[in-house]
């Protein structure tokens, strides 16, 4: 069988392009609109794989990508790296987030109290068909309560650490200008623990549930519970040159603390751009696991980070589909000729077998 090039150049590249555009066919701003309103948590992810908080541009990349997530992260990470950076966010403490979703499964009466908030945990998961026969289906309206909680919620870390349960870490002090900024730096092992923290918050959702929950089922050290999670609204807020603070506008994020029985209550932490509950579970179990003593490769540090890019592992695998003719045919002709002088050491085997009975 022979191996040829393809051909057909720089025209058969142009209208491969048009005919994947033709399928996705008009992309304008209605088609961007609905994405952004109809798939809040799918722009979620876009945003937080991205490391770009832009809702308009996160569903403009996914109506431009017909729905293939690694491309319309790539579109936006690509788009990212031509804005300039104009200032850094003042940090912020669990206390100042505007919390809509707070829940603890190892505590039943935390302070600050329980909210449910947007959830499908308790629904029964089952198709409305009837919206195939032609029938809307509206939400039913959600009913007031008496008394809403409180817009602002404790951390109950620090009422863990008030009640002796955890161990007050030392405190960090490295000031929030000189923390390292994973999109502009490279990551290096040992990492640092703003860079893995930096990693997990952008790492592929899918890649970050896999090996957590390799994790969990005991590929590792760690049977995680949910200490606290939380889907938020974090205020931005900006120092002006002339010193005053001020709101820039609010982000949706979404933090996890997990906690561990082994050996002690271990914390582990994970938060990411947007509203994803699993990633930031099974982010949190991570963290905690690659920091014990010898953790299994399913857990070990370099190995999560590396392989949770999104980015980078999926353009690692794609390249493998472009041309590789050249490195191909080397290989063949190397094992043609493998197989050419293994037959003809066969050959002289049996010619030196013929003569030995005449001699």
Known sequence: MAYVATR???HAIEQSERLYREELGTIDAGRVAEIRDGMPYLVDRVMGEASLYERDLAALALAQSGGDLYEAVLLLRAYRTTQPRLAIAEPLQQRDLFTVRRISAAFKDIPGGQI???TLDYSHRMLKLEVLGGKAVAPEPVEIAAMAAPEKQPSLTDWQKAQGLIADPTADTTAPDDIPDLTREPLLFPASRAHKLQSLARADTGGVLALGYATMRGYGAVHPTVNELRLS???VRMRHPRGTLFSAGRVRVS???IISKGGGLDLGFCATFGWNEVKTIAGASLDLASR???PHPASNEEFVLYHTEPVESSGF???FKLPHYVTFQSSLD????AKAKKRQAKAQEATQAAREPAE
């Open 8 to 10: 057909g150049g720089e």
């Open 116 to 118: 449910l908030g947007p």
């Open 233 to 235: 609204e974090a205020p």
């Open 255 to 257: 933090q996890a603390e």
């Open 292 to 294: 014990l003593p010898k």
């Open 317 to 319: 695998c794609i390249h």
């Open 334 to 337: 190397a094992l043609r000729d």
